[in-house]
């Protein structure tokens, strides 16, 4: 079935580095979302992503939609303590299809 | 707090049993989903119901049956329980279905031994 990959699978960075991650999928997506879950709680959406090609921000987050439509990214500026959690990847046929899920970049942030 | 709600918020029952897992959505909204996530599979969408219908299904096993009452809210009813249905359970909403729309409730955590 479809399948998300996600990279790196966990990262320890100093607290005020930005970060990059990445999703890539063997399947063609027409949305993708990225999503954060803190420990204990459900996943929240960050960022959904519309069009090939594009790059959206929200706040230091910033996110991309690949051009071949089967991979995004997420880069996150700055990074503060309560950056830490587990950001997922998603991906979409249609606004209003299934949503598949990434298996998550862990993230620790050490102050 | 994302007003999407879930009961119980553990559950913890023996193989072979039968639970229920109840979600309330946010108020106004039409559209009901249930994810699984274990530490094998992640995250994974089972079924979708849109205002008391079933629009979407899954990687819904045949032994989980869901369903979503005139009021909204929605049971995810799990049977016949298997050492590999311990997971976190999420229930989310939406107002019409769209994927940029769903906000996740805290989840229930099963535990089957």
């Known amino acids: 079935g479809q399948q998300l990959n996600q990279s790196p699978q966990s990262m320890f960075i100093q607290e005020g580095e930005d970060v990059s991650m990445n999703c890539t999928s063997s399947?063609?997506?027409?949305?993708w979302l990225w999503y954060k879950q803190d420990p204990g709680e459900g996943p929240v959406l960050l960022i959904a992503?519309?069009?090939?090609?594009e790059l959206t921000s929200n706040g230091r987050l910033t996110a991309q939609f690949g051009i071949t439509r089967k991979d995004s990214f997420l880069n996150i500026s700055a990074s503060i303590p309560s950056d830490v959690g587990i950001y997922f990847c998603?991906?979409?046929?249609?606004?209003?299809?299934?949503?598949?899920f990434g298996p998550g970049t862990s993230l620790s942030v050490i102050p | 707090d994302s007003g999407v709600t879930q009961t119980p918020k553990h559950l913890i029952t023996a193989t072979g049993q039968r639970v229920t897992l109840r979600c309330s959505p946010r108020?106004?909204?039409?559209?009901v989903y249930w994810y699984q996530q274990s530490l094998d599979q992640g995250l994974q969408f089972l079924i979708q119901?849109?205002?008391?219908?079933?629009?979407a299904k899954g990687n819904i096993l045949e032994r989980f049956s869901a369903q979503q009452f005139p009021d909204l809210h929605s049971e995810l009813n799990l049977s016949s329980l298997e050492l590999g249905d311990s997971a976190l359970y999420f229930c989310?909403?939406?107002?019409?279905?769209?994927?940029?729309?769903?906000?996740f409730g805290p989840g229930t955590r099963l535990t089957v031994t």
């Open positions: 989310a909403s939406s107002v019409g279905g769209s994927v940029d729309e769903q906000y």
């Open positions: 399947s063609i997506f027409n949305t």
């Open positions: 992503l519309y069009k090939a090609g």
């Open positions: 998603a991906g979409s046929k249609t606004s209003y299809d299934k949503v598949i």
């Open positions: 108020s106004g909204d039409l559209s």
């Open positions: 119901y849109y205002n008391g219908e079933e629009r």
